[in-house]
C-alpha cells in the first residue's frame, strides 16, 4: 500500500473503533476530515468509493450490490430519506443502507467533508442533499 492508501484505512479503522451505534456517521466523517480526505464519490450499485484526499485521490473496490443486467428503479426520496434515518438510529448496516438506497433509486453520492454535506443523485438528474452535525473528536 502507499502512504496515501495507509492514510486512508487507518482513518477508517479509527473512525469504526470509536463510531457510536447511532449517529455515527458525522463521527466518520469528522475522522476522514481530520486525516485529509476533502469528499468522497460513491457510485452504486458497484460500491466504488473514490477519496478526494489533500495529497491525491484514492480508490477503494467494495463487493457490488448486484451483478448482471438490472433496470435502474426511479428516485424515491421518501424511500432514500427512510433508509438514512435507519441508518442514523443504528439499525441497519453500512451495507444495508447501501442495498436500501440502491432500491430507492440512488446511483451514487457525494460526500463534502468540509462543508458536511451529501448529496444523493438518480439516474435522471434527482438529487437530495443532507446535511450533517459538525462533532468534536475526543
Not at 438490472?70 to 448496516?93: C, H, V
Request: net charge negative.
Amino acid at each position: 500500500m502507499t502512504s496515501l492508501t495507509n492514510q486512508l484505512t487507518d482513518a477508517q479503522k479509527f473512525a469504526m473503533s470509536i463510531r457510536p451505534k447511532v449517529g455515527g456517521f458525522p463521527v466518520l466523517a469528522e475522522v476522514l476530515r481530520s486525516a485529509g480526505v476533502h469528499s468522497n464519490r460513491w457510485s452504486l450499485p458497484a460500491c466504488q468509493a473514490v477519496y478526494h484526499m489533500k495529497d491525491g485521490s484514492v480508490v477503494q473496490q467494495g463487493t457490488p450490490l448486484v451483478t448482471g443486467v438490472f433496470e435502474i428503479a426511479n428516485f424515491d426520496r421518501d424511500a432514500l430519506i427512510t433508509a438514512l434515518r435507519t441508518d442514523q438510529e443504528g439499525r441497519s448496516t453500512f451495507q444495508e443502507f447501501l442495498k436500501a438506497a440502491w432500491e430507492a433509486g440512488v446511483i451514487g453520492y457525494d460526500v463534502d467533508f468540509t462543508g458536511r454535506k451529501v448529496v444523493y443523485y438518480g439516474v435522471n438528474g434527482e438529487s437530495y442533499l443532507e446535511e450533517y452535525p459538525a462533532v468534536t473528536l475526543k
